[in-house]
């Protein structure tokens, strides 16, 4: 079991920037792929990123490319989600996930998900 909790998140304006943190339990974080997702008010929950086990690997949205950066710490179990120059389309809540399978971000069936956090970008 994989217990993943989210931090950094709240209100900026439109141009700002927000650092999302995830940290996980567990002593097998570097088996694991990483990632974010979100969900903004009556949509659907879609991938933002994704990072391999070793970090040497990453996927970003189209929709993020350029302004959002994903890295991990493995000495610390942490994943996070730097955002840079944030629209008002970005406000929603931020998922993480993990799953020993990078196929599962985009296939479905994560194995592990955080409580989500939200985040509001104001124009």
């Known amino acids: 079991q994989v217990q993943l909790v989210e931090s950094g998140g709240g209100l900026v304006q439109a141009g700002g920037s927000l650092r999302l943190s995830c940290a996980a339990d567990?002593?097998?974080?570097?088996?694991?792929?990483m990632g974010w997702f979100r969900q903004a008010p009556g949509k659907e929950r879609d991938v933002v990123a994704s990072i391999s086990c070793c970090g040497a690997s990453t996927y970003l949205a189209d929709s993020v490319k350029g302004r959002f950066t994903i890295s991990r710490d493995n000495a610390k179990n942490t994943v996070y989600l730097q955002m840079n120059s944030l629209k008002a389309e970005d406000t929603a809540v931020y998922y993480c996930a993990a799953d020993r399978s990078a196929t599962a971000f985009f296939n479905g069936g994560i194995d592990y998900w955080g409580k989500g956090i939200l985040v509001t970008v104001s124009s």
């Open positions: 567990g002593r097998t974080f570097n088996s694991y792929t």
